[in-house]
């Protein structure tokens, strides 16, 4: 079932030091952003043969180590 949350509107520049922070560990920011993206996450989910749960959870992990990684 996927959950309903409400849009959160960012400048650019909120959201650039949004992923500064989250890249540093701040577990907070590092949620927000999961929570930014979530929705998108799920409608791609659907196009990726594995079950959508499974395909979630990589999109959110290849996410978090992207921002991790500092790219």
């Known amino acids: 079932m996927e959950k309903e949350s409400t849009p959160i509107h960012l400048s650019e520049d909120e ?5 500064r922070q989250a890249a540093t560990s701040d577990k907070n920011a590092l949620q927000k952003v999961i ?3 979530e929705q998108e996450m799920i409608s791609l989910s659907r196009f990726i043969k594995m079950p959508q749960e499974d395909a979630l959870q990589t999109l959110k992990l ?3 180590e992207l921002i991790l990684s500092g790219f």
């Open 15 to 19: 959201l650039c030091q949004l992923i």
């Open 62 to 64: 290849a996410l978090i």
């Open 35 to 37: 929570d930014l993206f």
